[in-house]
T-cell receptor, first 115, second 113 residues
Framework: DTAVSQTPKYLVTQMGNDKSIKCEQNLGHDTMYWYKQDSKKFLKIMFSYNNKELIINETVPNRFSPKSPDKAHLNLHINSLELGDSAVYFC??????????????FGNGTRLTVT | GDSVTQMEGPVTLSEEAFLTINCTYTATGYPSLFWYVQYPGEGLQLLLKATKADDKGSNKGFEATYRKETTSFHLEKGSVQVSDSAVYFCALSAIQGAQKLVFGQGTRLTINP
């Protein structure tokens, strides 16, 4: 059973399009995250939700809109895609918001390529 | 702001070799430190952590010691196996404010039989 699953695994699209990445966790965790891995391979947090409420928003362009319909899902919608949005996007979850006492469980990533 | 720097990869070793992957950090205060590992085809998972100076985290034969004086958290293993081939990420979490993980760029490790 996959604990944190993201779809799709690969996404190739053109500039200006709108796309969504879905994430689901079956661990019963309260907190979910989106991370972006840039071209230099650094993983940077974008958003964090706890019990469907936004708790971290890291200066991400408002073209990116997370949606949490319930605690088990955190989807990422991206409007008007730009070349610089090309990256690998990772979803993660944890039991509590603080990573010190509650390890993060990551999905396998979605590789987004904007042409 | 807070940051983590790891040694550049990729790193290639033979089975049973000694492994060190260097990690240094910059942070205000005394963060908690982590190593996460990503095996091929899988998501990242926590390998070990240390929450205060001089603490040693250990798991699966890997160890890392929180060195405040050198702001380092180097990952070591005495005898690596082919199954250790993965990408290793060093990370920190500040104590104050929103507790978020700040990652290094990852180090790809390949172990040859």
């Amino acid at each position: 059973d996959t604990a944190v699953s993201q779809t799709p695994k690969y996404l190739v699209t053109q500039m200006g399009n709108d796309k969504s990445i879905k994430c689901e966790q079956n661990l019963g965790h309260d907190t979910m995250y989106w991370y972006k891995q840039d071209s230099k391979k650094f993983l940077k947090i974008m958003f964090s939700y706890n019990n469907k409420e936004l708790i971290i928003n890291e200066t991400v362009p408002n073209r990116f809109s997370p949606k949490s319909p319930d605690k088990a899902h955190l989807n990422l919608h991206i409007n008007s895609l730009e070349l610089g949005d090309s990256a690998v996007y990772f979803c993660a979850s944890s039991q509590e918001p603080g990573p010190v006492n509650s390890p993060l469980h990551f999905g396998n990533g979605t590789r987004l390529t904007v042409t | 702001g807070d940051s983590v720097t790891q040694m550049e990869g990729p790193v290639t070793l033979s089975e049973e070799a000694f492994l060190t992957i260097n990690c240094t950090y910059t942070a205000t205060g005394y963060p908690s430190l982590f190593w996460y590992v990503q095996y091929p085809g899988e998501g990242l998972q926590l390998l070990l952590k240390a929450t205060k100076a001089d603490d040693k985290g250990s798991n699966k034969g890997f160890e890392a010691t929180y060195r405040k004086e050198t702001t380092s958290f180097h990952l070591e293993k005495g005898s690596v196996q082919v199954s250790d081939s993965a990408v290793y990420f060093c990370a920190l979490s500040a104590i104050q404010g929103a507790q978020k993980l700040v990652f290094g760029q990852g180090t790809r490790l390949t172990i040859n039989p």
